[in-house]
């Protein structure tokens, strides 16, 4: 929410309703997956709710924090919060036969976690060289990695950083300039035929019908 860094890479998509700006997924995609950007003032836009609306949409579809509604599907529950604009209006206007509201529903509460974030002082990032002990301390004494696969990474990495610049200075002595892109940091591993709409994934995965 500072703006300290562009996007967070997250396969939680709690982090929207927290207000990161940008959510990655799938950043370690598969051959046969995609790298996902979900914008959220995009998303708020094509949904026409506010954040705070987004929230209580998050908190009826289903959250870490409290129970849901149960029943309430997607498409409901998006048409509910446009039209009534907060839950506790919109537990007023549903049938509580089919959508019984839990007993004691704790949602104000996430509600609050959500939203009342802590306040810090946002860190002031530069880039270093990497502390390769630090790093190797971490990996290795705290989460059991094995040290020679950790060493072994850190070797490739040195030699491609290195390439690299000796890359950019020599294009620097012959005049050239070369704008740095994603693929210099990560390999692609097949193309977009075309882009995704804003909030159109939202339904990608539903289970189409096979027709007889």
């Known amino acids: 929410m500072k703006g300290t860094v562009d996007a967070v890479a997250s396969e939680d998509m709690d982090t929207l309703p927290f207000g990161a700006s940008i959510l990655i997924r799938q950043l370690n995609a598969k051959k046969d997956s995609e790298v996902i950007e979900y914008s ?22 289903g959250c870490d924090y409290c129970e849901k509604i149960a029943g309430l599907g997607p498409k ?26 839990p007993n004691a529903w704790k949602y104000n509460e996430a509600r609050k976690i959500f939203l009342d974030t802590p306040q810090i002082v946002a860190p002031e990032l ?22 020679d696969r950790v060493r072994r990474r850190m070797e490739k990495f040195r030699q491609m950083r ?13 005049g050239r300039s070369r704008q740095t892109h994603m693929e ?13 709409e804003d909030a159109d994934s939202l339904n990608s995965n539903r289970k189409r019908p096979k027709s007889k």
């Open 40 to 61: 959220l003032p995009k998303l708020l836009e094509k949904l026409q709710i506010s954040h705070q609306e987004f929230v209580d949409l998050c908190i009826l579809l």
């Open 162 to 174: 290195e390439s690299r610049r000796e890359e950019r200075e020599k294009d620097k002595a012959a």
């Open 76 to 101: 409901r529950a998006l048409t509910l919060i446009q039209k009534h604009r907060t839950i506790e209006t919109v537990v007023l206007h549903v049938k509580r036969k089919t959508h019984p509201v």
């Open 126 to 147: 530069t880039w270093a060289e990497p502390d390769e002990e630090a790093l190797v301390g971490f990996l290795c004494h705290d989460n059991h990695v094995k040290e």
């Open 184 to 196: 210099d940091f990560f390999r692609v591993t097949r193309k977009r035929a075309q882009s995704v």
